[in-house]
């Protein structure tokens, strides 16, 4: 069973950037499609990107394409979340999970549903002032 454990939050202002690490144990990080989501305040958790099992296929939200990127260090079992030109609405616990069905299929793309995510790490506050 794998456990996720996020970091790299923080206080940033914006326009600036922060890198976020979601370093796994248990298993290798790279059996899994791995995705980032974020949840702000009295909204739902929302996708951010997720990068696909094996390949380096990456995908991102509208929002963020362009400012985020998200990679792999596979001989860290770490996946990471770069993320550039912050903005204040870019403020929210940011969360990583393992894409469930990536695990057995290892041609999936990664969807933007929490749903078909699991092994949630704890999540790491990153807030952006104005």
């Known amino acids: 069973q794998v456990q996720l454990v996020e970091s790299g939050g923080g206080l940033v202002q914006a326009g600036g950037s922060l890198r976020l690490s979601c370093a796994a144990s248990g298993d290798t990080l790279s059996r899994y499609a791995t995705g980032w989501f974020r949840q702000a305040p009295g909204k739902e958790r929302e996708f951010v990107a997720a990068?696909?099992?094996?390949?380096?296929?990456?995908y991102y939200a509208d929002s963020v394409k362009g400012r985020f990127t998200i990679s792999r260090e596979n001989a860290k079992n770490t996946v990471y979340l770069q993320m550039k030109s912050l903005a204040p609405e870019d403020t929210a616990v940011y969360y990583c999970a393992v894409h469930i069905q990536s695990y057995y299929n290892g041609y999936i793309r990664p969807g933007a549903a929490p749903s078909e995510y699991g092994y949630w790490g704890q999540g790491t506050q990153v807030t952006v002032s104005s």
């Open positions: 990068i696909r099992r094996g390949a380096e296929d990456t």
